[in-house]
């Protein structure tokens, strides 16, 4: 992006140009979980900066650009497709899309940047890009199309002193901060490179002051704030035991050749057998993971199997969580475009991904029904619009078409020694958005849970990263969390972001521990994505700037 006035970088021929931009992909994603070297993020974003101060006209910019965040995309979600595993075409075909597609949304940042940076120059193009980094970040999570499990600040979830912010700016401030930090660095390797700068001047030694400011203030805050928690809970705190089955993802939703109900009858005598074995802990609750009763157990045809699992449960003498698959049926007037309609009868139906608290001699209560469907593997998008797309795109393991919930519920555990406590449980994908998880801690969620079923994608990065960003979540809002997986990663998750308990991938285990139902809020709980929100609000202004005509300077032609 070669203007008037600017600087001369020089960068020629096309491969040193790829070069920059492919170390800007690969260095963006070698810093997210589980890679070791989370650090890279805040000098990742340099080479991208000077490419674009290289490189003229604006569709070789985006297509330089793309190089990068391609690189990234399939660094950061090789895993996506289940290429590795399962090899279902439906979802092989959903997974290139995003690795394909999903670069391309970052060109709206590149696009905003070039704009301000050529009519209000490289200052205010500096400023602007953290500002507008943001805005697409927050702004990506609020659609069915949202895909925010490659927010920059999440490639930090390992990093647990320097990601105490979030409980003050979510992970939108963590990103905030790689952006400011590598916006510095480019400033200060560009002018030190045109020797605008001399190194031992006054210019380079304050930028130096503000990048060891961005990188160690963070990290001095969060350990202070850290050493806060490392005390164990207190001795009345509610005891849990999670269940780990290890079930192959696939087999779990293929039914015998004679009966169809074999094999789901096998997975609940497992995981009876694994719970009763916790019977001795005096647990207060038992979670098991999402879709662990695969079948709609709770459907007057399944009568004998919800009596022999509801007998069972009231002999161990506990609660449990269990995620499990849900009918909701209506009449022809009531049916939503997207349900399917039943064998017999005028009547319609939707299958949801839910949640239900089992309670020793009380009745099913209410049943959580998932909100937030992963694009295409589990929902299309938008589906009451693109009714004509719900048919081809079903396919049979589970996880074609699920119903979409409504509502956040709060469950309620009984207490023999005092009040109840309250909790939420998130399935899966749920646990990647902060506001979403947010909600349900302010209306009365004491501690959380998260359900998932990671096991689709073999041991690759996919479940690593999942489990890490459970880390930010509980941070966000000060919160205990319990991790159920079907084939790992499970654990406890303090306050602090630390695991406990943590499980080894497509290993069965059952381990119990201790938690606190906490009951403060944080200033992220209370105000949501204020500094977010405040970003898109600079940002606009900023770019509105833009339309405003220049005055020529006296004696320009």
């Known amino acids: 992006m070669k203007t008037q006035g600017s600087e001369h970088l020089s960068m020629d021929g096309a491969w040193h140009r790829f070069a920059l931009a492919a170390s800007s992909g690969i260095m963006l994603g070698a810093s997210f979980p589980p890679s070791p070297v989370h650090s890279l993020a805040y000098v990742s974003l340099i080479p991208l900066l000077l490419l674009l101060e290289t490189v003229e006209g604006t569709w070789r910019t985006l297509r330089y650009s793309y190089v990068s965040f391609f690189i990234f995309h399939a660094l950061t979600l090789y895993w996506i497709g289940g290429f590795v595993v399962g090899r279902d075409v439906w979802m092989m075909i959903a997974g290139?899309?995003?690795?394909?597609?999903?670069?391309?949304?970052?060109?709206?940042?590149?696009?905003?940047?070039?704009?301000?940076?050529?009519?209000?120059?490289?200052?205010?193009?500096?400023?602007?890009?953290?500002?507008?980094?943001?805005?697409?970040?927050?702004?990506?999570?609020?659609?069915?199309?949202?895909?925010?499990?490659?927010?920059?600040?999440?490639?930090?979830?390992?990093?647990?002193?320097?990601?105490?912010?979030?409980?003050?700016t979510s992970t939108y401030g963590i990103s905030f901060l790689i952006l400011c930090f590598n916006v510095i660095g480019f400033v200060l390797i560009t002018k030190l490179a045109t020797k605008s700068w001399k190194f031992r001047s006054q210019s380079v030694a304050l930028a130096l002051l503000a990048l060891l400011l961005l990188y160690f203030g963070p990290w001095i805050y969060g350990k202070v704030r850290m050493a806060r928690y490392e005390t164990p809970p207190a001795a009345n705190a509610l005891r849990v035991g999670v269940v780990q089955p290890n079930i192959d993802p696939w087999e779990k939703w293929r039914s015998g050749n004679e009966s169809p109900w074999i094999s789901y009858e096998k997975q609940l005598a497992d995981y009876m057998r694994e719970t009763k074995s916790l019977a001795g802990q005096d647990l207060d609750l038992v979670v098991w993971p999402e879709t662990a009763i695969p079948f709609p157990i709770l459907l007057p045809g399944n009568r004998m199997y919800w009596s022999w699992l509801r007998g069972n449960l009231d002999s161990a003498r506990g609660a449990v969580l269990t995620g499990l698959a849900y009918t909701v049926f209506y009449d022809s007037a009531h049916a939503p475009a997207t349900s399917s309609r039943a064998r017999t009868g005028n009547r319609y139906y939707d299958n949801f991904n839910s949640a239900a608290l089992l309670v020793p001699g009380q009745d099913v209560g209410p049943i959580y029904k998932k909100i937030v469907l992963v694009p295409f593997a589990e929902r299309i998008p938008y589906a009451d619009a693109f009714t004509f797309l719900i048919e081809p795109l079903k396919w049979n393991v589970g996880i074609g078409m699920w119903g979409k919930g409504g509502d956040t519920v709060v469950f309620s555990l009984p207490s023999p020694n005092g009040p109840e406590r309250k909790f939420a449980s998130m399935i899966c994908y749920e646990s990647v958005y902060p506001d979403f998880v947010r909600?349900?801690?302010?209306?009365?969620?004491?501690?959380?849970?998260?359900?998932?079923?990671?096991?689709?994608?073999?041991?690759?990065?996919?479940?690593?990263?999942?489990?890490s960003y459970a880390s930010i979540r509980a941070i966000e809002n000060r919160r205990w969390i319990v991790r159920a997986a079907n084939g790992g990663i499970s654990g406890l998750v303090d306050p602090s972001g630390s695991f406990r308990h943590g499980t080894q991938l497509y290993t069965a285990s059952t381990f119990h521990g201790s938690i606190e139902p906490r009951t403060e809020l944080t200033f992220y709980a209370q105000h949501g994505d204020i500094f977010a929100g405040s970003c898109v609000c600079c940002a606009t202004l900023l770019f509105l700037l833009t339309f405003i005509p220049q005055r020529k300077q006296s004696g320009q032609t």
């Open 96 to 168: 290139a899309a995003v690795l394909l597609i999903h670069p391309m949304f970052y060109w709206v940042i590149i696009l905003l940047y070039i704009r301000v940076r050529k009519r209000l120059g490289l200052v205010a193009g500096l400023a602007f890009l953290p500002l507008a980094w943001i805005s697409y970040e927050y702004s990506h999570s609020l659609s069915e199309f949202s895909f925010p499990w490659v927010t920059l600040g999440n490639s930090q979830a390992y990093d647990l002193p320097r990601i105490q912010i979030a409980e003050f």
């Open 439 to 467: 909600q349900f801690v302010l209306r009365g969620a004491q501690f959380l849970v998260i359900i998932t079923n990671d096991s689709w994608w073999g041991n690759t990065s996919g479940a690593y990263q999942h489990a």
